[in-house]
């Protein structure tokens, strides 16, 4: 079993919609929650940092931790054409030097 | 403020060749991480460089191998190439690493023929 898993899509949806991201993990070790977004041909940018559990809202962008269920959300409100990327989870433990654990990413693509 | 750059954007290499990769973190930032990215195994940690030391290093063979300079820009080499080495190779910077923020590049596409 890997240690973070993510359905790699592609998830296509209509612009407008309210789309959701998924992960899970094996590892109760982790700590810190990230959300990357990849754009075709370019380096992952993060899009949200959460620390444990609990709901982190940016924008269109909310991010969810559960940690009891080893499950990480990424909810995207009135997607747009230039959302369409792929969206890595990561994720981290607390030790001051830790690597970071990514899934392999959700191809996510919004029609007009 | 300048974000991470990396060079060369792209690169063809024959099997058996040696390369090598740069990066130039944002100002200021101390640990320099290098990920490779295939569309098998997502992106996988290689190693992370802090004050010139590797502080982690990922599971990958000998034939890769890093270092940084004082200055903070880091340099990865992959030796005697093989076909499966075609990625990207992404440089990320961190103020000082662990649970920092990671600021990335846009990556080297490295091809083996």
């Known amino acids: 079993q890997k240690e973070v898993e993510q359905d790699p899509g592609p998830l296509s949806v209509p612009e407008g919609a309210i789309v959701s991201l998924n992960c899970t993990y094996s590892?109760?070790?982790?700590?810190?929650f990230m959300w990357y977004r990849q754009y075709s041909r370019k380096g992952p940018e993060l899009l949200m940092y959460t620390y444990s559990s609990g709901n982190k809202e940016d924008g269109r962008f909310t991010a969810q931790v559960d940690k009891s269920s080893k499950y990480i959300s990424l909810f995207i409100r009135d997607s747009q054409p230039s959302d369409s990327a792929t969206y890595l989870c990561a994720m981290t433990t607390n030790s001051g030097y830790s690597t970071l654990t990514f899934g392999k990413g959700t191809m996510l693509l919004v029609s007009p | 403020k300048a974000g991470v750059t990396q060079t060369p954007r792209y690169l063809i290499k024959t099997r058996g060749q040696q390369v090598t990769l740069s990066c130039s973190p944002i100002?200021?930032?101390?640990?320099v991480s290098w990920y490779q990215q295939t569309p098998g195994q997502g992106l996988q940690f290689l190693f992370e460089?802090?004050?010139?030391?590797?502080?982690n290093k990922g599971n990958f063979p000998g034939r890769f191998s890093g270092r940084q300079f004082s200055n903070s820009r880091s340099e990865m080499n992959v030796s005697t190439l093989e076909l499966g080495d075609s990625a990207l190779y992404l440089c990320a910077s961190a103020a000082s690493g662990g649970t920092d923020t990671q600021y990335f590049g846009p990556g080297t596409r490295l091809t083996v023929l």
């Open positions: 100002s200021g930032h101390r640990s």
């Open positions: 460089y802090f004050s010139e030391t590797q502080r």
């Open positions: 590892n109760s070790a982790f700590q810190y």
